[in-house]
Every structure is written in C-alpha cells, then in structure tokens.
C-alpha cells in the first residue's frame, strides 16, 4: 500500500482519546434522561432519550471502528 493511502494515525488516535474521554458524559447524560422519563413521561423526553441513545451508539461503533484501525501500531513483537 502506497504511504499516501495509509490513514493518519495520529489523527485518529486523537479521535480516539476525545471519544473516550467524551464518553461518560454522554453516559451520565443518558442515563439522567432515563431517570427524567421514568418519572416525569413526556414526548419531549423520549425525543431526547433516544437521541443520546442514538449518539451513544455512534460513539461506540466510532471507537470499536477506531481501535480495529489502530490495531497494527499496538501491536509488539513478540519476543
């Protein structure tokens, strides 16, 4: 494969890193409109809950996506 056809590493081993770190905030976030739904039902609130489920999703399909490229510069020799 041609070097200017290899896909930037370090660009997405930043993606990765701010992914991950973005992470719990979504989950946090998610997981508060689940308990707001729960108690207070509104079209509104199921709008959003699915929403954040949706991103949640796309963010875990972007890293597993992220770490199967990444996976040939993680790897070591094996001794």
Known sequence: MAADKLPDFDELSVELVRL???EPEVIRRLEM????????????????????RLERQAMIDRIIELDALLLPIRRTPES
């Open 20 to 22: 991950r770190a973005r």
């Open 33 to 52: 409109a689940e308990r707001r739904q729960v108690s207070f039902p509104s079209p509104f609130g199921q709008r959003e809950l699915q929403r954040l």
